[in-house]
Structure formats: C-alpha cells, structure tokens
C-alpha cells in the first residue's frame, strides 16, 4: 500500500528555495470574525528584492484574496483594526520612496475585489514610525527621537540627518553598543501619541502629535523590543509603557520601569513600579481601564530571569501580586 521513493528520484531542497518561500505573520480577526487578515513576505531570488503585503480570508468561504498590492521593495505589514473605525482596516507601510507611515484601507473591500491600490496614507511625519498601536481614536506609535529635542520631531529629523553624515561619535559615557547595534549619546526611542476623527469617509488627522516620553531620558520600547511594551486602553484615553532608562547604570542595570498616564490630562507619566529594581514589561490594561497587568522579574539585573504576573490597580493605587496574591501600597 506505500509507494517507496529512491534517493536517486528525490531533487534536493535549496537554501535559495527555502528562503523563496511565502512567508506568513500579522494574522488577526476581523471584528465581527468573518475574515482573518495575515501578512505575506516573499523573496525573488532573481532580482534580490522582496515584498510583504496583506492578504484576507473569508472564513465563510474559504476563499482568499489579495487586499494590498505585490510590490518589490515595499512593505506591507501590522494590520489593526480600531472599535471607532469599524470599516477600515489600518496597516503599516515602508518603501524605498517613503518612510515607514500608517495607512488604512476600507474593509471588507466593495465586492471583495482588489484590482487597484485602494490605501489611502493617513501619517506623513518626518521621522519613521517603528511601530504602532490604535485603539478608539486614538494612535500611539514609537520612533527614534533625540532627548533635547522636547517633542519637536523637525529638530530630531535634523540632528539624525547630521549624525548620518558623519563617520565617528563621541562617547562619554557607557552604554556604547548592545549586542550588534552602536547607540548614539542622547538619543533612544520615544513613544507619541495622536488622535483621529472621521471627516466625510476620511479618517483625519487632530492637533500634533504628542510625546508621552517627553522630557524623560529612556528607550522606550527598550532596545530589541516591539509595541509589546506599550498599550492603549479600550477607550484610547490611557497609555501604559515599559521603558529602560538611559543612565550611567544602564550599561549594567537591566530593569525596565513600567508607567501610566492620563491622555486627556497629559499629566506627568506615573511609575508603577518603584517597588522593584527587577525587570518590569509587557504592559495591557483591563477592558474597564481601571487596571494595568505586566510581566516581573523578582531578581534584578538578569535578563532570563523566571517571569511572573502583577495587577496594579489604578484606582486604590495598590498593587497585587500574582500567583501569591501579595497586595502592596505603591508610593
């Protein structure tokens, strides 16, 4: 009953083939759980290029279809959907042309058909986005900015443009490099937030957009870390982040500090976890926003440390300790 297969029938399966292959990342749901939306990154061996772009899946049908267009060169990537903007579908896009920006697209597509780019950029900001969160009307989003600056992203985009035309820097003080990347003195990334509003179909744009980090020396998220490290709550109104502060310890201390603030006042960001000088990470909100959950190291200064889970509690200011369910008043 089994048909056998000699070596000498088999082909071989190339490194070059392998890395040819589709490549799939950024799956989600669709709100109402019809559709699910991934990511497809595919590499051309011929000419050296590769594209990502957005494919969904009707989970009704079967069926699946192209939503943004095969480009050389461009990516298409992070798909999000937000409760305020139930008919679009929002995602991030780079190509050689433009930095990295926002874009959304409606969705599902009129008659589910995708002849033509049908994006529309929502963000044009002078520096790149690394990467976003939305939730309600509100985006939140990080990008390599420098401390002096002040929430002046004009005055970041220009120093970075100085630093890349010079072929040395100046070190004063560690931390010089982690792991393969060299850092830059008074510089690291910062996370800003904007609003949104829908204007006759289109989603806009409100005021500038604004840095949540200002003032505060940190890369936040810290280095060699996503969007993981910050959150919206539901309402888009709250944003909590893990940061690792850029001091003359950082070459040595490995805990980052996890905070909150109040969108709507624009207050101080408040530190959650002065309690610890451990490892703090991984931030999100209850659905009520009244809680914040995050990961903690117990040891500080390892990096592998075992992770457990802590419940701080906005509204007492107490915060609970899980799995021993340790209740402690944070100062």
Same mark, same amino acid.
């Given at each position: 009953?089994?048909?056998?297969?000699?070596?000498?029938?088999?082909?071989?399966?190339?490194?070059?083939?392998?890395?040819?292959?589709?490549?799939?990342?950024?799956?989600?749901?669709?709100?109402?759980?019809?559709?699910?939306?991934?990511?497809?990154?595919?590499?051309?061996?011929?000419?050296?290029?590769?594209?990502?772009?957005?494919?969904?899946?009707?989970?009704?049908?079967?069926?699946?279809?192209?939503?943004?267009?095969?480009?050389?060169?461009?990516?298409?990537?992070?798909?999000?959907?937000?409760?305020?903007?139930? =008919?679009?579908?929002?995602?991030?896009?780079?190509?050689?042309?433009?930095? @990295? @920006?926002?874009?959304?697209?409606?969705?599902?597509?009129?008659?589910?058909?995708?002849?033509?780019?049908?994006?529309?950029?929502? +963000?044009?900001?002078?520096?790149?986005?690394?990467?976003?969160?939305?939730?309600?009307?509100?985006?939140?989003?990080?990008?390599?900015?420098?401390?002096?600056?002040?929430?002046?992203? =004009?005055?970041?985009?220009?120093?970075?443009?100085?630093?890349?035309?010079?072929?040395?820097?100046?070190?004063?003080?560690?931390?010089?490099?982690?792991?393969?990347?060299?850092?830059?003195?008074?510089?690291?990334?910062?996370?800003?937030?904007?609003?949104?509003?829908?204007?006759?179909? +289109?989603?806009?744009?409100?005021?500038?957009?604004?840095?949540?980090?200002?003032?505060?020396?940190?890369?936040?998220?810290?280095?060699?870390?996503?969007?993981?490290?910050?959150?919206?709550?539901?309402?888009?109104?709250?944003?909590?982040?893990?940061?690792?502060?850029?001091?003359?310890?950082?070459?040595?201390?490995?805990?980052?500090?996890?905070?909150?603030? =109040?969108?709507?006042?624009?207050?101080?960001?408040?530190?959650?976890?002065?309690?610890?000088?451990?490892? +703090?990470?991984?931030?999100?909100? @209850?659905?009520?926003?009244?809680?914040?959950?995050?990961?903690?190291?117990?040891?500080?200064?390892?990096?592998?440390?075992?992770?457990?889970?802590?419940?701080?509690?906005?509204? +007492?200011?107490?915060?609970?300790?899980?799995? =021993?369910?340790?209740?402690?008043?944070?100062?």
């Amino acid at each position: 009953f089994l048909n056998y297969i000699t070596t000498d029938e088999l082909e071989p399966f190339t490194p070059i083939e392998m890395m040819s292959l589709e490549k799939f990342s950024s799956y989600i749901l669709s709100p109402n759980g019809d559709y699910m939306i991934l990511g497809v990154q595919k590499w051309n061996p011929e000419t050296g290029k590769s594209y990502s772009h957005l494919r969904y899946k009707d989970l009704k049908t079967n069926e699946t279809k192209t939503l943004t267009p095969k480009v050389e060169g461009q990516s298409d990537s992070s798909p999000q959907f937000s409760s305020a903007f139930p =008919n679009y579908l929002f995602f991030q896009r780079s190509n050689s042309e433009i930095k @990295s @920006s926002i874009y959304y697209i409606q969705f599902p597509p009129e008659n589910n058909i995708i002849n033509d780019d049908l994006s529309i950029r929502l +963000t044009d900001y002078v520096l790149p986005i690394v990467d976003y969160k939305i939730k309600s009307k509100t985006i939140a989003f990080n990008t390599d900015v420098y401390f002096q600056c002040n929430n002046n992203m =004009n005055c970041s985009a220009n120093l970075i443009e100085k630093e890349k035309a010079q072929n040395y820097q100046v070190y004063n003080k560690l931390k010089m490099f982690h792991w393969d990347k060299w850092l830059v003195e008074g510089k690291g990334s910062h996370v800003f937030i904007q609003r949104l509003d829908l204007s006759e179909q +289109t989603i806009v744009l409100k005021d500038d957009p604004k840095d949540v980090t200002v003032g505060m020396e940190i890369n936040c998220p810290p280095l060699f870390t996503d969007s993981s490290n910050y959150e919206l709550s539901n309402d888009g109104n709250m944003i909590a982040f893990s940061g690792h502060l850029r001091t003359r310890e950082e070459a040595w201390k490995t805990g980052f500090k996890t905070y909150y603030q =109040n969108l709507l006042t624009m207050k101080k960001p408040v530190c959650i976890t002065n309690h610890t000088s451990a490892r +703090t990470q991984n931030p999100v909100f @209850s659905k009520d926003g009244t809680k914040i959950a995050y990961l903690a190291m117990k040891i500080p200064d390892l990096e592998s440390e075992i992770l457990h889970l802590e419940v701080y509690n906005i509204l +007492t200011n107490k915060l609970t300790i899980i799995p =021993n369910d340790e209740e402690l008043s944070i100062q």
